[in-house]
C-alpha cells in the first residue's frame, strides 16, 4: 500500500504546500496554497502533484498506486468545506480541472471548467441558484470544453453549431441567447459529441474528472507545449501539476465579472491596476478573444466595492511576494475570488521601472530587485530598434489597435504559423497576421518579426506570448478585417495580400503599409538607474567582441570594460587591403611577401589606434590572424581575372594556385599559429601594427592596454615560438620610437589538447581567453557551419538539450575550460582568465564562468548589458547558495 503523498489540499485558510514547492506543486498550485494560508479569498481545491504526471506520461497513461484514493480523499475534503456534494443532482458541487507547471506556461496547457454537471444536476443547479439561464450556460461550456479538451474535437465544430443557433435567433453575442435557446445548445453540444467520439455525453462525475485530470497531464506532451519549452529554453521540469478547486461563477447574471489584472502595467511598468473583465463571463471568455473586455478601470464604476477588494489584495500580494502579480479573479454575486496569482511577464521597458519603482517604494532592495525583476530577456528586448517617427505618414496608417508588445518589427505578412516558420527558415522576415492566435500558433509566433491580430485585448494569448519574448504586438485591432481564404486583409480602403509589407509599432498599436525604417532604442533614467545597481553588485568583469571603432564605441556606450576578441582578420577586406592581402599570399618569396605585407602595415595601425582610442583606459585583447588563406582568395571569374592582371599572371596558373591553397578541412587546418610560424612575417607585421598605434597614442597622453593573443595553440612550444616573435618586435618598435609600452601576450584556448596542457602553456602565457565556439566544435566534433542539419532533431529527441553553440556544454567543454583554468592557475596563481565565444552573453553560461572564477566574460556590443546583468546574478546567486550552505552547516554544529 502506498504512503506517498501525491495529494495536497488547501482552503479555509490552510494549505499543506507553500510557494516554495513549485517544482512539485506547478507556480499556480504552489501560489494557491499559499494565498490560501495568507488569508486571501481563494476557492479551495487540492493539487495533484507534477510527479504523477511524469508517472503517467512514461507508464502507458497510469497513475501510481494510492493517487485515485488520494483524489477522492481531496473531493471529500472539498464537499466539506463547501458543505456540497460532488455528483449531487440537487445542489452539486462542481470543479474546475486546471494545469501549473513550475515555470509559467500561458495557454500552453488544458483547463475544464464546471465539471461535474449532468443532465440531472443542471436541473438541480438551476432549482439552488433560481437561475436556468445560468445553469444551462454552464452546461454548454463545459460540454464543449470538455469535448476539445478531453476528447480531443475541433473547437470550430462547436462554434459553428453556436453561431447557427444566434443566426437563427438573431443574436449578436452568446449572452443574448435565452433560457431555451441554451438548453436547444446544450442538445446540439451533445450531438456534436456523439458523432464525433461516437459515445454519449460521459453522465459520471467521478468519470469526468478522471478524464480531465489524464487530458491535463497528457496535455504535457502536446506539440505546442512541447514547442514552448523548446522556445523558453524550459527543462529539467517533472510535468505540471493539476489544481482541482471549486467553481465559483462569474457569468450568473450582471451582479457576476471575471478578469484578469496585473498589480502594475505590463507594458510600461506604471504603478496601476491593469488588465481586463467581463460582465456575466467565465474566466476562458476573457483570454479567448470571443468578446471584446472592458478595461479594469471601469470595474470601479459598475462594481466599486470589488474594485476596491481587489485593490487592497493586488497591493497584499505585491508586499508578499515582492513582484508585480498577474492574477485572475471571480466576483460571484458581488464576492470577490482570487483564482490565480503568478509573477507577471512583463516587457523590458516595464521590467526596469517595476524594479526602480519597488526599490523607491521599499518594497524590495536593490539586491533582490536585481536578482529578481528583471531578467537577462528583459534587457535584450530593450536593444531592439523602434519605427522613426519621422519617416511615419498618417495616410500610410492602416490600423490601430492594442499596444500590446513594444517595439518596432517589420515583415512580410503571413496569415498561418506554418507559412510565418516557412519563411523564417529562409531567412525572411514575416509579420504573422491572425484573427486570433492560439496556443497552436507559438511555433509561428516564435519565428515572426512581430504579431498582429484583429480580435483579443491586452490580456489575450497573444498580447501574454508576446510580451514574454519582447515580440512586437498589436493586437485587438478591428480596423482590419481578415480574410483567411482570400490571404488578406482589409480596412476597407486599403488591402494587404500576403507577400505584402507591412510595419508595427507595438508601442502605439499601429500597423503601417509597407517597410518602414527604425531606429536604435533610447535608453532613459530608470535604466541607468538600475544597471548602476548591476554593477555594484558584480566582480566580475563584462568585454566585447568588436573589429571595428564603430562596435567598440557602441560597446562602451553599452558598459563594456574592453574588448576580448579583436578579431583582425575583418580589417582586410577594404578595396585596397584585400588587394595587398592577396598579393601577399601569392608571393612566391619572403621578399614579397613582406613587400605585400609593408603595404597591409599602416591600414592595421590606424585601424588600431581608432579601437584603442575607442577603449581609452580600458585593455584591448586583439587575436593575430586566425583563418586559412585561402578565405581571403577570390571565387568569381571576374575578381579572379581583375587579379591575375595584377600580379601579371595567367588566369590559368592563378586559378592552379588558389586549387593548390584549397584545404580539404580548413577548421583543422593551415591556420592560426599555424600561419604565424609558417610565415613569421605576418606575426611581425601585426605586432608592429599593434605596439606604433599602442605608442602613437602614448604619446598624445592616452592610456592604451594592448593584450596580443595568439590563435590556435595546441601545444607550449606553438606559443612560446610566437611569443618570441611579438617580443622581438616589440623591442625594435620601442627601440625606433624611444617609447615603451605595456603589453601583454596570451593565447586562445580553442584546442582541446590545449587545455589538458594548458599549465605548460601557463608557465609562458600572461592570460587566457577561451574560444569556446571553436572549442565545442572540436570537444562535439560538429561543424558549426553543418551542424544545423542535425541540431534541431537532436534537441527533439532529447540527444541534446540545448544548442551547444547557444549554451555553454557545462558537461564536456565546460570540464575543458574548468581544467584548463584551474592548471593555468596552479602555475600561475593570478593569471587572467576569460572568454570570448558567443556563450560570452549567454545568461547561463556566463553563471557557470562566474562559478568557475574567471575574471571576465566577452560578447557582440549588443549582449554587453544582458552579459552585464547575468554577472550580477550569477554572484547574488552564488552568495544566496553559499550562505544557504552556511546556514545549514550552522544549523548541523548546533544540533550536535
Given amino acids: 500500500m502506498s504512503t506517498e503523498k501525491y495529494v495536497y489540499t488547501f482552503g479555509g485558510g490552510v494549505a499543506e504546500g ?10 499556480k498550485g504552489a501560489n494557491l496554497a499559499e494565498m490560501s494560508s495568507i488569508g486571501l479569498p481563494i476557492p479551495p481545491g487540492f493539487t495533484i502533484s507534477a510527479e504523477v504526471c511524469k508517472y503517467y506520461n512514461e507508464h502507458d497513461e497510469q497513475w501510481q498506486d494510492g493517487v485515485e484514493k488520494q483524489v477522492q480523499q481531496g473531493i471529500h475534503q472539498l464537499e466539506e468545506l463547501m458543505d456540497l456534494t460532488f455528483g449531487d443532482a440537487a445542489d452539486p458541487l462542481l470543479v474546475s480541472v486546471r494545469s501549473g507547471a513550475a515555470k509559467s506556461m500561458p495557454g500552453m496547457m ?25 445553469a444551462y450556460d454552464c452546461y454548454r461550456r463545459f460540454i464543449d470544453m470538455f469535448g476539445c479538451v478531453v476528447m480531443g474535437i475541433d473547437h470550430d465544430r462547436f462554434e459553428e453549431v453556436i453561431q447557427k443557433l444566434k443566426d437563427e435567433e438573431g443574436a449578436e453575442l452568446d449572452t443574448d441567447l435565452g433560457v431555451e435557446e441554451l438548453k436547444e445548445l446544450v442538445d446540439r453540444y451533445k450531438a456534436v459529441y456523439r458523432k464525433s467520439t461516437g459515445y454519449m455525453f460521459p453522465q459520471n462525475p467521478n468519470e469526468q474528472l478522471h478524464y480531465a485530470i489524464n487530458a491535463v497531464f497528457g496535455s504535457w506532451s502536446s506539440k505546442r507545449a512541447k514547442t514552448y519549452r523548446k ?8 510535468g505540471t501539476a493539476v489544481n482541482v478547486q471549486a467553481m465559483v461563477y462569474g457569468n450568473m447574471g450582471d451582479d457576476c465579472a471575471t478578469g484578469v489584472c496585473f498589480t502594475r502595467n505590463p507594458a510600461d511598468g506604471t504603478n496601476e491596476l491593469y488588465g481586463e473583465f467581463l460582465i456575466n463571463a467565465q474566466g476562458e471568455d476573457v483570454v479567448a478573444g470571443i468578446r471584446t473586455p472592458q478595461n479594469i478601470s471601469k470595474l470601479k464604476e459598475v462594481m466599486p466595492k470589488s474594485y476596491d477588494e481587489l485593490q487592497e489584495v493586488t497591493e497584499k500580494l505585491e508586499e508578499h511576494y515582492q513582484d508585480m502579480q498577474d492574477i485572475e479573479f471571480t466576483i460571484q454575486q458581488g464576492e470577490l475570488f482570487i483564482l490565480q496569482t503568478r509573477n507577471g511577464k512583463r516587457t523590458g521597458t516595464a521590467a526596469i521601472k517595476i524594479a526602480d519603482d519597488m526599490v523607491n517604494e521599499g518594497l524590495i532592495d536593490k539586491e533582490g530587485a536585481v536578482l529578481n525583476l528583471v531578467n537577462p530577456g528583459h534587457l535584450d528586448q530593450l536593444l531592439h530598434p523602434q519605427l522613426s517617427q519621422s519617416d511615419v505618414d498618417e495616410k500610410e496608417i492602416i490600423g490601430e489597435g492594442l499596444p500590446a508588445s513594444p517595439g518596432a518589427a517589420v515583415g512580410k505578412v503571413v496569415f498561418s504559423s506554418e507559412q510565418a516558420e516557412k519563411e523564417h527558415a529562409q531567412d525572411h522576415p514575416v509579420i504573422l497576421v491572425r484573427i486570433e492566435t492560439s496556443p497552436e500558433d507559438v511555433g509561428g509566433m516564435s519565428a515572426a518579426e512581430g504579431i498582429l491580430t484583429s480580435r483579443g485585448g491586452m490580456t489575450s494569448h497573444a498580447a501574454v506570448v508576446a510580451r514574454g519574448w519582447g ?75 568588436a573589429d571595428t571603432p564603430e562596435d567598440a564605441i557602441r560597446a562602451r556606450k553599452f558598459g563594456a570594460q574592453g574588448i576580448g576578441l579583436a578579431r583582425t582578420e575583418h580589417m582586410f577586406f577594404g578595396e585596397e587591403r584585400i588587394k595587398a592581402m592577396r598579393r601577399m599570399i601569392m608571393a612566391e618569396s619572403d621578399g614579397e611577401r613582406r613587400k605585400a605585407l609593408k603595404v597591409l602595415l599602416p591600414y592595421q595601425k590606424q585601424d588600431f589606434i581608432q579601437i584603442f582610442e575607442a577603449m581609452e583606459g580600458l585593455p584591448v585583447t586583439v587575436r593575430l590572424l586566425d583563418p586559412p588563406l585561402h578565405e581571403f582568395l577570390p571565387d568569381d571569374e571576374e575578381e579572379i581575372k581583375a587579379l591575375a592582371d595584377d600580379l601579371q599572371i595567367s588566369v590559368r596558373d592563378l586559378n592552379r594556385k588558389i586549387r593548390l591553397l584549397k584545404e580539404f578541412n580548413p577548421m583543422l587546418g593551415h591556420r592560426g599559429c599555424r600561419l604565424g610560424i609558417t610565415y613569421p612575417e605576418i606575426t611581425e607585421m601585426q605586432t608592429r601594427a599593434i605596439l606604433e598605434a599602442a605608442v602613437h597614442l602614448k ?42 609600452v605595456d603589453y601583454k601576450v596570451g593565447t586562445m584556448i580553442e584546442i582541446p589538447r590545449a587545455a589538458i596542457v594548458a599549465d605548460k602553456i601557463a608557465e609562458e602565457a600572461e592570460f587566457f581567453s577561451f574560444g569556446t565556439n571553436d572549442l565545442t566544435q572540436m570537444t562535439y566534433g560538429y561543424s558549426r557551419d553543418d551542424a544545423g542539419k542535425f541540431l534541431e532533431t537532436y534537441m527533439k529527441e532529447g540527444i541534446l538539450e540545448n544548442d551547444p553553440f547557444q549554451t555553454l556544454d557545462e558537461e564536456g567543454v565546460g570540464r575543458l575550460v574548468e581544467i584548463a583554468t584551474n592548471k593555468g592557475r596552479k602555475v600561475q596563481p593570478k593569471l587572467k582568465v576569460g572568454i570570448c565565444g558567443e556563450h560570452g552573453g549567454d545568461p547561463s553560461s556566463v553563471r557557470f564562468c562566474y562559478n568557475l572564477g574567471l575574471n571576465y566574460v566577452s560578447c557582440s556590443p549588443y549582449r554587453v548589458p544582458v552579459a552585464r546583468l547575468a554577472a550580477a546574478q550569477a554572484r547574488l546567486k552564488l552568495n544566496g547558495e553559499q550562505q544557504t550552505e552556511n546556514n545549514n552547516r550552522r544549523s548541523e554544529l548546533v544540533s550536535s
Fill in 699 to 740: 604619446k598624445e597622453g592616452k592610456k592604451v592596454q594592448p593584450e596580443i593573443m595568439i590563435p590556435l595553440v595546441g601545444t607550449a612550444e606553438e606559443f612560446i615560438h610566437q611569443h618570441e616573435i611579438v617580443d622581438h618586435t616589440a623591442a625594435d618598435v620601442f627601440a625606433l620610437e624611444n617609447e615603451v
Fill in 110 to 134: 488544458d483547463t475544464v471548467l464546471n465539471l461535474g454537471l449532468n443532465d440531472q444536476s443542471v436541473k438541480g443547479l438551476a432549482r439552488k441558484t433560481d437561475n436556468e439561464r445560468f
Fill in 231 to 238: 522556445i523558453n529554453r524550459i527543462t529539467g521540469l517533472l
Fill in 18 to 27: 507553500n510557494k516554495s514547492m513549485k517544482d512539485l506543486l506547478g507556480g
Fill in 471 to 545: 515580440k512586437p504586438c498589436v493586437a485587438g485591432c478591428d480596423d482590419i478585417v481578415i480574410n483567411y481564404e482570400a490571404q488578406s486583409f482589409t480596412n476597407g480602403e486599403v488591402t494587404i495580400k500576403a507577400g505584402d509589407w507591412i510595419s508595427i509599432d507595438g508601442a502605439r498599436g499601429l500597423v503601417i503599409k509597407g517597410q518602414k525604417p527604425v531606429e536604435e532604442p533610447d535608453f532613459g533614467d530608470d535604466f541607468h538607474t538600475f544597471m548602476g545597481w548591476v554593477d555594484s553588485l558584480r566582480d566580475m568583469k563584462v568585454r566585447t567582441n
